[in-house]
């Protein structure tokens, strides 16, 4: 949707915490520095991951994914 932010970089890599449920995204970028929410509704079946990169290469150190559970508890 062309949401930009200023996200630095520190020691030459950066940081983001990706947050997605059924109410839209939430990223965290530069160990928060940048908050961009986007509200958008996922199709409850869909559960795949992408992601890409443009003008350039990146090096993933570190990928951690893991499935949210309900904040509700029976």
């Known amino acids: ?3 930009r932010t200023f996200a630095p970089m520190k020691n030459g890599k950066l ?3 990706i947050y ?3 109410t839209g995204l939430e ?5 928060g520095l940048s908050y961009i929410p986007m509200p958008f ?3 409850s079946e869909d559960e ?5 990169v443009k003008g350039g290469q990146v ?3 570190h990928l951690v994914l893991k499935r ?3 904040a509700w508890k029976p």
């Not at 795949?48 to 890409?52: N, P």
């Open 59 to 61: 090096k993933i150190e």
């Open 68 to 70: 949210l559970e309900s």
């Open 48 to 52: 795949s991951f992408g992601m890409s």
């Open 41 to 43: 509704q996922p199709r």
């Open 20 to 22: 997605c449920d059924r």
């Open 27 to 31: 990223i965290f970028a530069s160990e």
């Open 1 to 3: 949707n062309g949401y």
């Open 15 to 17: 940081h983001l915490e």
